[in-house]
């Protein structure tokens, strides 16, 4: 007798956890007018990436994770941008990078600004 089960995705079974995560994560973010941030800015910010980080017992629980590098590898050099990219795509956000020149008190720096949009 062949069963007609199938296993159900985590994302599918527990699809109201995983909106919330995903609304965490984009407050989080603090977004711009242009749904978008900015790496340099966010690489100076240890609240943002704590807030990230702790999330990841329950992303580990309510999402498919085993093959994302910031939630199970410790030699990623920015777990916190990682996890954040593969949680977005995986929720059906595009992730577009562009490198920028970005003023700061310190002067002009090469970086990185994402835009996170919604398919």
Sequence with gaps: MISNKTRV???????NECEEITQQIINILQLDKDNSFILYDFDRDPVKQEKILALSSNIKKYFASSYWNGINEKTTIRPYLTIVRNL????????????????TSAGKVKTTRYYIIKT
């Design 9 to 15: 995705k985590k994302e599918e079974k527990y699809k």
């Design 88 to 103: 977005l795509k995986n929720q059906g956000y595009l992730f577009i990078n562009k490198s920028i020149i970005y003023n």
